[in-house]
C-alpha cells in the first residue's frame, strides 16, 4: 500500500440530465473505491452531489461526511439521485467553493472530524468532478460562484482539481487553476457525455 495520505471529495453532478449515465458512474466509482482502499493506507473520503442553486427544485446540494469506511463511502454513492438541474448549465462552481472552503482540523490533531479536511500538511485535499454540463454565468451566481472566487479557494487552501467534463469553452478557465487537471470529453450533443 502507498503509505500517502489524502482526503478526497468526489463532487457528482446529480441533476437530471446524469440519469441515463448515473448507474455507470456508480458502477466504475465503487471499482475506484476498491482500488483506493487497496492501495492508498490512510485515505478519507465523501460523496457530494450538486445540481442547481439557481433553480432549487430538489435539494441543491447533498453533502456527506468524510468516511474511511469503504462500505459508507458506497451507501453515499448509491443514495445519489438524478434529479432537477432546472436549465442546462449546473451550480459547479458553488459546489466547487463549497468543498474548498470547508474548515479544517487543527494542527497536531489525533482525532478528524468528519465534516472538515485534515490540516493542510497532514493530507492531501483532492476534488474529483464528474459532471455532463457548463456551469452557470458567474454573474448570475452570489459570493463563491466565480471562476476567480473558486481559483482563489483551490490555491489558498490547498485543493487539488480533478474531473471528467465537456468539453465545452467555460472549462477552460478552470483548467488554468493551479494545480487542476480536468478531461475534456468531446460529445457530439453538448450533453451526456459521461
Known amino acids: 500500500k502507498h503509505k500517502g495520505k489524502g482526503d478526497i471529495v468526489f463532487l457528482i453532478d446529480a441533476t437530471g440530465s ?3 449515465g448515473i448507474n455507470d458512474i456508480k458502477n466504475n466509482l465503487k471499482v475506484f473505491f476498491d482500488v483506493l482502499d487497496k492501495r492508498v493506507e490512510h485515505w ?7 445540481r442547481d ?3 432549487p427544485e430538489v435539494e441543491p446540494l447533498v453533502d456527506n461526511d468524510f468516511t474511511e469506511d469503504l462500505s459508507v463511502l458506497k451507501k453515499q454513492l448509491d443514495s445519489l439521485k438524478a434529479e432537477g ?8 462552481l458553488d459546489a466547487i467553493y ?15 472530524d468528519p465534516k472538515k479536511w485534515r490540516y493542510r500538511s497532514d493530507a492531501a485535499r483532492v476534488v474529483i468532478i464528474l459532471t455532463d454540463a457548463s456551469f452557470h454565468d458567474p454573474m448570475e451566481e452570489p459570493k463563491g460562484g466565480t471562476v476567480d472566487d473558486v481559483r482563489n479557494a483551490c490555491h489558498s487552501n490547498r485543493i487539488i482539481l480533478y474531473g471528467f467534463v465537456p468539453e465545452m469553452d467555460c472549462y477552460y478557465n478552470l483548467c488554468e487553476i493551479d494545480k ?9 450533443r453538448g450533453r451526456g457525455v459521461l
Open 53 to 55: 442553486f439557481v433553480f
Open 98 to 112: 463549497h468543498v474548498a472552503t470547508m474548515e479544517q482540523t487543527d494542527k497536531g490533531a489525533t482525532e478528524f
Open 85 to 92: 438541474g432546472g436549465d442546462e448549465p449546473e451550480s459547479l
Open 18 to 20: 446524469m440519469e441515463p
Open 180 to 188: 487542476s487537471d480536468l478531461y475534456l470529453i468531446p460529445s457530439p
Open 44 to 50: 478519507r473520503a465523501k460523496v457530494v452531489g450538486f
